[in-house]
């Protein structure tokens, strides 16, 4: 299995919702990452698991709170959105750096 | 602080052409290069991966090289197809381990005309 899966697909929540994405690869990558991508930019780096463990937080807003409940798994809690959260919410995986990131299909996330 | 540039930024190109894209960045102490493709409103795949002590990937149709010291990537499309038809981003990993980051560039828009 060479793939990442992301759940689900498409999104739409309100600005007082919660909503979660998940995301799971079974290659034994003991890295994965949340992105996320706005049209007609390149994704942007959100979160870092290393080993489980949070290891890179770019400054993120709290409303948007990752979790890794084990190696293969990565969550991304969602909660008070805002309109210009709207984007496509990517998750990759990787053994290490050094050996190439594998990027899931993606969440498009509408926030209303 | 390690910048990711791609040219051109759109192209447009008849069917069959050989074309190149490229791939430039400000700090050549980078782990590896990875070429992408990426389809309107999907995910990314990967096309290529070049490590720090190589010189070029292939794969099929697509070539990529890498001159770590003069920091610049090209891919090379060999006989283009509207099928190519796609967002390319360039991306080097920056840092050592599991530490380092993905640094992209903003992405060649290519359009393949039949």
């Known amino acids: 299995d060479t793939e990442v899966t992301q759940t689900p697909k498409h999104l739409v929540m309100g600005m007082t919702n919660k909503k979660s994405l998940k995301c799971e690869q079974h290659m034994g990558h003991r890295a994965m990452y949340w992105y996320k991508q706005k049209a007609k930019k390149p994704p942007e780096l959100m979160f870092v698991y290393s080993y489980e463990k949070l290891s890179i937080n770019e400054s993120v807003p709290s409303r948007f709170s990752p979790e890794c409940p084990n190696s293969s798994l990565l969550n991304l809690h969602l909660h008070a959105l805002q309109p210009e959260d709207s984007a496509l919410y990517l998750c990759?995986?990787?053994?290490?750096?050094?050996?190439?990131?594998?990027f899931g299909s993606g969440t498009r996330l509408t926030v209303v | 602080k390690q910048e990711v540039t791609q040219i051109p930024a759109a192209l447009s190109v008849p069917e069959g052409e050989n074309l190149v894209l490229n791939c430039s960045f400000t700090?050549?102490?980078?782990?590896?290069l990875q070429w992408f493709r990426q389809d309107p409103g999907k995910g990314l795949t990967s096309l290529l991966l070049?490590?720090?002590?190589?010189r070029e990937q292939t794969s099929g149709r697509l070539n990529a090289s890498l001159d770590k010291s003069s920091g610049r990537s090209t891919l090379y499309i060999a006989a283009s197809q509207p099928g190519d038809s796609a967002t390319y981003l360039c991306?080097?990993?920056?840092?050592?381990?599991?530490?380092?980051?993905?640094?992209f560039g903003q992405g060649t828009t290519l359009q393949v005309k039949p």
């Open positions: 991306a080097v990993y920056h840092g050592s381990g599991n530490t380092g980051k993905l640094i």
């Open positions: 070049i490590q720090s002590s190589q």
């Open positions: 700090d050549s102490a980078i782990y590896n």
């Open positions: 990759a995986s990787s053994q290490q750096g050094a050996y190439g990131y594998t």
